[in-house]
């Protein structure tokens, strides 16, 4: 797998740009605002926010809500600082919809400042891959949410997150700033 390097981070903050207009952008700090005022998530927020998060993906959601009390748990395990595992992951992902990426979507709405967003774009800039074989893997979103966890304690980052800040107009976490600028420097 690839490594985030902060050499080439610097090199794409450059041609980093913001659409004001940008839906996902707009509603970004509307799904924040939702899980800050939530202290436990229960049956009602799991469904409200699984259909949100799906507004951000090319698919309607199918939620499986047959073990709900251990999704549950595991979501409010997520609003903490403990850093889920594998398989943890892997029966949130059977009940979003099968996707990793709705889950990571999910989860960074939960908690911004642990879980970062991953999809193919930013699958395919991090493992250095044409394909996404390997995206529904847990064990490469750890490996990935290890490395952004990495990166963004690196002393050149608050440079490139304090520069996004000031693109986007409102404050993001850092690691919502090395995901979005991963995001729009896949080419």
Same mark, same amino acid.
């Given at each position: ?72 748990? $595991?979501?409010? =395990? ?6 889920? %595992?594998?398989? /943890? @992951?892997? &029966?949130?992902?059977? !009940? ?55 990166? $963004?304690?690196? =002393? ?6 304090? %520069?996004?800040? /000031? @693109?986007? &107009?409102?404050?993001? !976490? ?14």
């Amino acid at each position: 797998m690839r490594q985030l390097k902060i050499e080439n981070l610097k090199k794409e903050i450059e041609s980093f740009k913001v659409d004001e207009e940008n839906s996902y952008l707009n509603s970004y700090q509307e799904f924040i605002q939702y899980f800050d005022e939530i202290d436990t998530i229960e049956k009602h927020h799991l469904i409200i926010s699984s259909h949100f998060v799906y507004g951000w993906m090319p698919r309607i959601l199918r939620l499986k809500l047959n073990n709900l009390e251990e999704v549950l748990q $595991i979501l409010n =395990k997520a609003k903490t600082i403990q850093i889920l %595992k594998s398989k /943890e @992951l892997e &029966k949130l992902r059977i !009940s979003i919809d099968n996707s990793l990426v709705g889950t990571s979507k999910l989860l960074h709405f939960i908690n911004p400042e642990i879980y970062p967003i991953w999809d193919s774009k930013i699958f395919k800039y991090w493992s250095g891959n044409k394909t996404t074989y390997g995206i529904q893997k847990p064990e490469n979103y750890l490996e990935f949410t290890n490395q952004v966890t990495e990166t $963004i304690q690196h =002393k050149d980052f608050g440079k490139i997150h304090n %520069k996004i800040n /000031e @693109l986007l &107009k409102y404050d993001v !976490s850092s690691v919502r700033a090395l995901e979005l600028l991963i995001f729009q420097s896949y080419k």
